[in-house]
């Protein structure tokens, strides 16, 4: 991997000028044989690939009305130009939107419109060749689909359809990417994207319950394939193994705990993560959810409850129903697909949490809205619940909350850089440079009020920001930024809920002794 | 009758029945292309209702683009609006003023008198949005030579009908007299005056190219399904055409 420096934090954001072809070498790694073809693709680049990438293109443009519209109605005003995180972070202005849309639209102008036809050089209509296969392959993998250049287009075209698009055609010729692929061909076999089989799945997760009985005295469960369940969680599987997700899944724990209502975890279904949105595979996207339909059928549970993610949500509330649906054998009461931030406040409504904030009062808390989450999603009955609520959640349980430039929040919130499929080691300086914006803004409340912790609701940016972080530490000055910096919104939940019964002191000593010798008979 | 007449005559009806039939087919593909999943950009409005609120506000008042650049919205706003009204003023060319939609609909001499000004305002909003696409290298680099030619000739538009207006009046009878000639088709002589002949030309030539050009984004703002579409994907199940066989297929496999 080539090096590369981090971008230097300002104190005001800047729009950079253009370096052309900065970012021309970024590529990730180049999906084999045995990545595609369980997805149904080409194993590698296949013969008269430019006749298949012209015909998926018109397939595409035939089945997606968005995809049609957007490729005619750019007018190239320029309003996103200055929009996407990869752009601010790079300079480079292949990485502007309009320009990033630009690269398929040149081909789509020149095989499907008159004036490229006949005009080329008019209208900036191109040739497919080898060439824009690789630029396509490199700058349709530097943008994270958060869909932020949609909010400020005047006729509101989304590069992140654009990008797929784009992605499904490659993966058609055969040039899929390593790192979305080979997931998803894990979630085939094994039914998660980290490929974690069941067994290793059932030993956390009484992992998990031993460490949580140690800190509150109370078996609390985390059950998994129990059937007849009224709840089935469907949660990233990072939130089973990595750091800081892992505390947000004891979280949910304590809280299905609290609410006493039986709930499940299922090893068939062990992955909210669908990564065939990523690579615009409306099958693959159908194929991989259809295991969550399947595992709720298969168990008998009445709800389902999904867990912080943020691309996953949105496929789940944006997409299941269309993909999945419908879901007549769930109970009506509830929505369908519920996030757990949804359940969690409804019961913190309810009075029925005892939270005990100062738990958290050692932090001063700050929220990333996700791209996905803020964008493309909602919670609650009312748009914009998707903010309100987990940052309601949030100054429910902690004293010190403090919100950042308000230019990069809420729908107008910076992507954490890794999301889109790009959360990948072989993608690090885009990850890093594109990570820029969000990181100024944090700096500044950083800077400013003494902000300790981000708090995310999504795996992607939980993964994200802890390995960034530290790259935007200055050299030779005291370290500011550090991975246990990031939190989950339900570990602020985990450690300012007190349980009914829970233990503490000299109680709790006595109940995790108790547990030890056991454990050693 | 001249041979120009007779040629503008035809160019008229040509360039009518092109753009028509050229949108139109566009229309109909928009229309008919499904969107097969959900892709409001949110916060989105959960009714129907709300969704026409928010395309109005979108056609009226360029709500995104006023987020986005406050330059390029003054003068892509500027522009727009005084091309609405240059559009109402035109109108005296085919009807009277005594018709319905006058007096309480649209206050004749006001428009009249307030269309003469637009001429300016729609200059310099052009004249704007030119200015950011040679000097902004952002926008500099995005641009290809069609986004330059389109503006110039709006721009020509506008130069050449101001100075009908305010340097070289055309004879306006006998313009009308050929105007309402092209919709009865009883056909009277086309004032000779260079400058009608090349705003005339000028306007041809956006009829044509319209169903061709990026121009497309004006009937494109109703489908895109970032801007049109309910947030109720939780509520009611969206499924496309072309989807609804895969429900059969999906599982196991």
Known sequence: MADFETPKLKEYPVIPNLVDDVMKGSSPFIAKPLHNEPLGFPGELVEGWKDKAIDKMEDLLGKYRGLQVYLDSCVKCGACTDKCHYFLGTSDPKNMPVARQDLLRSVYRRYFTFAGKYFPKLVGARDLDKGVIDEWYSYFHQCSQCRRCSVFCPYGIDTAEISMAAREILDTVGVGQKY????????????????????????????????????????????????????????????????PHIDGLKGYAKVFHEAGISWTISSYASEAGNFGMFIGSYENMQQIST??????????????????????WRVAYSFWNTLIGPFDFLDPNYPVPQHICEFTYDLIKKNKLNIDKTQNDHRTLTFHDSC?????????????????????????????????????????????????????????????????????????????????????????????????????????????????????????????????????????DAHVAAMEAAADD | MSFLSVTYILLFYAATIILFVGVGRRI???????????????????????????????????ESLFKANLWTW???????????????????????????????????????????????????????????????????????????????????????????????????????????????????????????????????????????SKLLHAPGLFFSPTRNQVDNSREKRHIADWAKPLDETRGKS
């Open chain 1, 180 to 243: 979305c692929n080979e997931i998803i061909a894990k979630v085939y076999k094994i039914g998660n994207n980290l490929g974690l089989p069941e067994p290793a799945l059932k030993m956390t997760l009484e992992d998990l319950e031993e460490e949580i009985e140690e800190e509150t005295g109370l078996p609390v469960k985390l059950p998994l394939d129990v059937k007849g369940a009224d709840i089935m969680l469907i949660t990233p599987s990072a939130d089973f193994f990595a750091e």
């Open chain 1, 291 to 312: 295991r969550i339909r399947e595992a709720a059928i298969d168990l008998g549970v009445k709800r389902i409850v999904h867990g912080e993610c943020g691309h996953a």
């Open chain 1, 372 to 508: 996905n989450v803020a964008r493309a999603t909602r919670m609650g009955d009312k748009p914009g619940g998707q903010f309100d609520i987990p940052r309601a959640i949030i100054k429910a349980v902690c004293n010190n909350y403090v919100e950042m430039d308000p230019a990069t929040t809420k729908e107008a919130t910076f992507c954490c850089g890794g999301g889109g499929g790009l959360l990948t080691d072989d993608l690090m300086e885009i990850r890093v440079k594109g990570a820029m914006p969000r990181m100024e803004a944090y700096n500044e409340v950083v800077e400013d009020y003494g902000v300790t912790n981000l708090a995310c609701i999504c795996a992607i940016c939980k993964s994200q920001f802890s390995k960034v972080l530290p790259y935007f530490n200055e050299k030779g000055a005291p370290q500011k930024f550090s991975m246990d910096m990031v939190v989950s919104v339900h570990q602020l939940v985990y450690d300012a809920l007190v349980l009914t019964g829970q233990k503490f002191g000299d109680e709790l």
């Open chain 2, 28 to 62: 109909y593909k928009y229309a008919k292309t499904p969107a097969p999943l959900k892709i409001p950009t949110m916060p989105a409005p959960t009714t129907k209702v709300g969704v026409a609120a928010r395309l109005t506000r979108e056609v009226v008042f360029f």
């Open chain 2, 74 to 212: 003054i003068f892509g706003w500027m522009f727009h609006a005084s091309l609405l009204i240059a559009f109402f003023r035109h109108l005296r060319y085919v009807v009277n003023s005594d018709t319905f939609l006058i007096g309480p609909v649209i206050h004749w001499h006001l428009l009249q008198l307030a269309g003469q000004y637009t001429s300016f305002t729609l200059i310099i909003g052009l004249a704007g949005l030119l200015a950011r696409r040679i000097f902004v290298d952002r926008v500099r680099y995005i641009s290809a030579p069609s986004d330059y030619l389109m503006l110039l000739l709006i721009i020509g538009i506008g130069v050449t009908g101001a100075l009908m207006t305010f340097v070289a009046h055309t004879d306006i009878v006998a313009l009308k007299d050929f105007v309402i000639g092209l919709f009865t088709f009883s056909f009277s002589a086309l004032p000779t005056s260079l400058l009608l002949l090349l705003h005339l030309g000028l306007v041809i030539v956006l009829m044509i190219i319209f169903p061709i």
